[in-house]
T-cell receptor, first 110, second 113 residues
Framework: RKEVEQDPGPFNVPEGATVAFNCTYS??????FFWYRQDCRKEPKLLMS???SGNEDGRFTAQLNRASQYISLLIRDSKLSDSATYLC???????????FGAGTTVTVRA | DVKVTQSSRYLVKRTGEKVFLECVQD?????MFWYRQDPGLGLRLIYF???????EKGDIPEGYSVSREKKERFSLILESASTNQTSMYLC????????????FGSGTQLSVL
């Protein structure tokens, strides 16, 4: 079983719509959670960290559910520029390595 | 802003060749990493380094080696390239030992024929 699993999508949504997707992780000892964004043919960049209480950054909201071992990302009022692949990243407390999901692709259409 | 520079954007090599991928970061980061990214598999860690001359194996080190002679430079070496090493290679660096924010280079697409 993969350490981090994501629905690959693609999620095709119109501008202004809300889109949400999850990521599940297998290691219950995981301590830190992140969403990275990767544009087509570009390198990944940190979008936001995910805190236990949930957190927002503008139109983006991240949630953590430890009991069910998943994190989520919600994008409100989607923009064309939100089209990208979103990578779920998890760090175990046992080491310093990060585990990456394969990504969820979001396409926002005009 | 942090800059992580990879020496080549595209590289084509033949099976059996020795291949060097170079990575340089300009922010005095302690940690440096090499990942490969393949469709459907996500990023997989090959090797990482927390200090000069120090290296640790990641999840898929077979067929690769690394060198970190200077803090700013981390090289990935394919001793004898094979077709299954055709992939996108991404170098990354981070400041703290707990590597939460990674800064990535723009990647090297390596094709082994």
């Amino acid at each position: 079983r993969k350490e981090v699993e994501q629905d690959p999508g693609p999620f095709n949504v119109p501008e202004g719509a809300t889109v949400a997707f999850n990521c599940t992780y297998s290691n219950s000892a995981s301590q830190s959670f992140f969403w990275y964004r990767q544009d087509c043919r570009k390198e990944p960049k940190l979008l936001m960290s995910v805190y236990s209480s949930g957190n927002e950054d503008g139109r983006f909201t991240a949630q953590l559910n430890r009991a069910s071992q998943y994190i989520s990302l919600l994008i409100r009022d989607s923009k064309l520029s939100d089209s990208a692949t979103y990578l779920c990243v998890v760090r175990s407390s046992n080491d310093y390595k990060l585990s990456f999901g394969a990504g969820t692709t979001v396409t926002v259409r005009a | 802003d942090v800059k992580v520079t990879q020496s080549s954007r595209y590289l084509v090599k033949r099976t059996g060749e020795k291949v060097f991928l170079e990575c340089v970061q300009d922010m005095d980061h302690e940690n440096m990493f090499w990942y490969r990214q393949d469709p459907g598999l996500g990023l997989r860690l090959i090797y990482f380094s927390y200090d000069v001359k120090m290296k640790e194996k990641g999840d898929i080190p077979e067929g690769y080696s690394v060198s970190r002679e200077k803090k700013e430079r981390f090289s990935l070496i394919l001793e004898s390239a094979s077709t299954n090493q055709t992939s996108m290679y991404l170098c990354a660096s981070s400041f703290r030992r707990i590597n939460e924010k990674l800064f990535f280079g723009s990647g090297t697409q390596l094709s082994v024929l």
